[in-house]
Structure formats: structure tokens, C-alpha cells
């Protein structure tokens, strides 16, 4: 049976891109079928302004006219100026077989060559800012919003085609009943006796404003951190456009001082547990679904994927004491409001000592692990 490793040039190749995703899940208790639309909208040029300051190529595997496997790879401006010279990504990796994936990996990494590039990262879907890395632990449990799952095969895989580890991301779960320590406690009062400080929601009323302010916290905050890569203007109002449906006021933070904002942090309900009965589609019933159940969430996991402080308050006491203070107030949110019993922290590089304290020290322990390879090219 003949194997055909082709570009994805129209849009049906692009739905054949999405919908193989089906084909490799399907059966998999612990996937959960992601929003067709928004897959396709992360390809799409014409809508995703990350394409602004990148290009990438996207690859289908067929197996005798059926699709058997996919990849992407890109060449991103920002990443070149960030992170170095001729540092090329993999990205969308998903196949049914090993023979499929080795050859998806050889087209992709033979294009990044003819672009000059010398360095493999990935797997990295699209951006850093998307579903970076391959899921290596945490398979036994669905993943929550915005992290990725993959087969336990492909670590092994990659592995076989010549890459090796560049960097673990971690996600750390708690169960959110259980209240703080002592010492945390005490934090946390401390600074709420503080005039200085000031913890507010965000106000959806400004929500432009607000996302923007938020967003560029998050350029500053995260400036230092391996991988990292500024989000544009233009990539700002995209994300809080596709993020203003699960933002509640209550559960998005910032924390100000002497009436400066210095740090922030975003909770949502895990989307994915309102989604994994959809199948992927929004109509003609789906998005009334979502709608309904998005009016008054009740979900068992919350999820904190972004949150920061900004560069000059690194390594300080109040850095510290800003988290905790606002953990507390979106924890007790979280029980009450929307019955969730547990929470997910990341994801977090596995050298940042900062974020891996402020995670453990409520007794948050590791739940999945996701890895980004590397390769010399």
C-alpha cells in the first residue's frame, strides 16, 4: 500500500486536516473533541494574525487516498528575533502510523531547511501561545482547556526520528477545598491590611481596554522565560475576542500597587467539559448548548492558564504575596460560585523556580507533563 506525503493547498484538504483528528481519537476515553471552527480558524491566514509575522506549510500523510497522518511547519519572525537564528517549528503532528509520522517530519523538516533554518523545535501548534509541546504524562485524565492530548506512541517516535528534549512544561492540579497553609494565610492577610494593594475584577464593560491591559502584563511578565514570544496588537484583540465568552469578571484578576497594575491572573472554567459532548460542532444545536451553558458554568475543574507579575517585582516578597492573594479570591470564587473542586495551575516551564514555588507550596503536585523536542537540522 502506497504512501504520498502532499501539501494542504485548499480548503477541503484543510477540513481533511481537522477531521483526522477523529480518526486518531475517536476511541480514546481521555480526548476531548476540540470546536472544528476554532481548529480551522487557527490555519486559516486570512483570520489568524500570527500569519502576519509567520508562515507556515501544512502536510497530509494518505495511505492508498485515505488520510493517514499530518504536520505543520513554521518560520516565525518573532521566534528568530527571540529565540535565534534558524530556529525552525513542528507543529500539528498527528499520524496513525510510525511510517507516516517519520516521513510527515522529514517533509517538514526539509522545508525548514530550504528557509535557512538549522534548529528543529516542536512539537508547537501553531505558536507557543496555542497547544505547545507533546503530552509525555497525564495520560489517565482528559486534559483541561487550551493543553493538548496525544497517543502514548509518540514520544517514541519523535524520539526514533532524532529528537531529543529542549524543555518540560508542567501543569500542577490541586484540590481547591482544601484551604491554605498558615503561612500563606498570613500572606495573604498581610497584604490585605496593606493600603498599597489593591485586587480588582476585571470590567467586561472595557473589555478591550481590559484585555489589552492584561496582555501586556503578560509581554512584561513573561519576558525572560525560555520559548517566549510577544503577542502583537493585532494578536492581542484576536485573543480576547476568542476569549470573551469564557472570561467571567469574577475569576479575572488584577492586582495593583499604589494604583499601578503589577500582576493578573486569568481563571475559566474548564471549557472542555462543557464542549466534550459536541462532537466538535456548533450547529445547528451546538452553539445554543454552549450559550446555555455558559450563562451559569458548573463545572468540576478550573483553569488558570495565564497569569503574571510583572519583571521588576520578580524574586520579591510582594511578588509572592500579590499570588497569593489572588488565588484566595478566585479559589473562593471557584467552590462557591461554580462548584469546582479542583483547579489546574500552567502550564509552567520546568526551570521556573518561581512559578513551580507559588504552585507547590498550597501542596499543587505535577499532573501532566508536556515536552518540546529538538533537532538539529
Known amino acids: 500500500m502506497s504512501l504520498n506525503i502532499r501539501r494542504v493547498e485548499t480548503q477541503a484538504d484543510r477540513r481533511r486536516f481537522v477531521d483526522l483528528l477523529w480518526d486518531i481519537y475517536g476511541d480514546d476515553p481521555n480526548w476531548v473533541p476540540p470546536l472544528k471552527s476554532e481548529e480551522l480558524g487557527l490555519i486559516d491566514a486570512k483570520s489568524n494574525p500570527w500569519f502576519e509575522h509567520a508562515e507556515a506549510a501544512l502536510w497530509l500523510a494518505e495511505r492508498d487516498g485515505k488520510v493517514v497522518g499530518r504536520i505543520s511547519a513554521q518560520v516565525d519572525q518573532l521566534v528568530l528575533e527571540h529565540m535565534g537564528a534558524g530556529t525552525g517549528e513542528i507543529g500539528m503532528y498527528e499520524t496513525l502510523e510510525q511510517e507516516a509520522g517519520r516521513e510527515l517530519l522529514a517533509a517538514a523538516e526539509a522545508w525548514l531547511r530550504d528557509r535557512s533554518m538549522t534548529r528543529a523545535l516542536g512539537p508547537i501548534s501553531l505558536s507557543i501561545w496555542d497547544q505547545p509541546g507533546l503530552l509525555v504524562d497525564g495520560y489517565d485524565e482528559p486534559p483541561t482547556a487550551m493543553m493538548g492530548h496525544h497517543r ?103 492586582a495593583e500597587v499604589d494604583g499601578e497594575p503589577k500582576a493578573f491572573m486569568i481563571t475559566i472554567p474548564d471549557i472542555n467539559e462543557l464542549i466534550r459532548d459536541l462532537n466538535g460542532k456548533l450547529f445547528p444545536f451546538g452553539w445554543a448548548k454552549l450559550l446555555w451553558r455558559l450563562r451559569k458554568p458548573r463545572v468540576k475543574r478550573m483553569r488558570v492558564p495565564l497569569m503574571g507579575v510583572t519583571k521588576d517585582l520578580h524574586g520579591s516578597r510582594l511578588a509572592g504575596q500579590l499570588a497569593f492573594m489572588m488565588i484566595e479570591q478566585c479559589r473562593q470564587v471557584s467552590v462557591g460560585t461554580y462548584g469546582a473542586t479542583h483547579g489546574e495551575f500552567g502550564w509552567v516551564l520546568e526551570d521556573n523556580g518561581g512559578m513551580i514555588s507559588i504552585a507547590q507550596l498550597p501542596g499543587a503536585s505535577v499532573n501532566k507533563t508536556y515536552r518540546i523536542f529538538e533537532k538539529a537540522l
Not at 170 to 175: N, P
Not at 194 to 212: G, L, T
Open 152 to 254: 502514548l506512541e509518540y514520544r517514541g517516535w519523535w524520539e526514533a526520528a532524532g529528537y531529543v528534549r529542549a524543555k518540560d512544561l508542567l501543569t500542577y492540579e490541586l484540590d481547591i477545598r482544601i484551604e491554605h497553609v498558615a503561612m500563606i494565610r498570613r500572606l495573604i492577610e498581610s497584604g490585605r491590611r496593606n493600603p498599597r494593594i489593591r485586587i480588582r475584577q476585571v470590567d467586561k464593560s472595557r473589555f478591550e481596554d481590559e484585555a489589552k491591559l492584561i496582555l501586556n502584563l503578560l509581554n512584561d511578565a513573561w519576558s525572560d522565560n525560555w520559548g517566549f514570544v510577544p503577542l502583537t496588537p493585532a494578536e492581542i484583540a484576536y485573543a480576547g475576542k476568542k476569549l470573551k465568552p469564557i472570561i467571567f469578571e469574577d475569576l479575572v484578576l488584577v
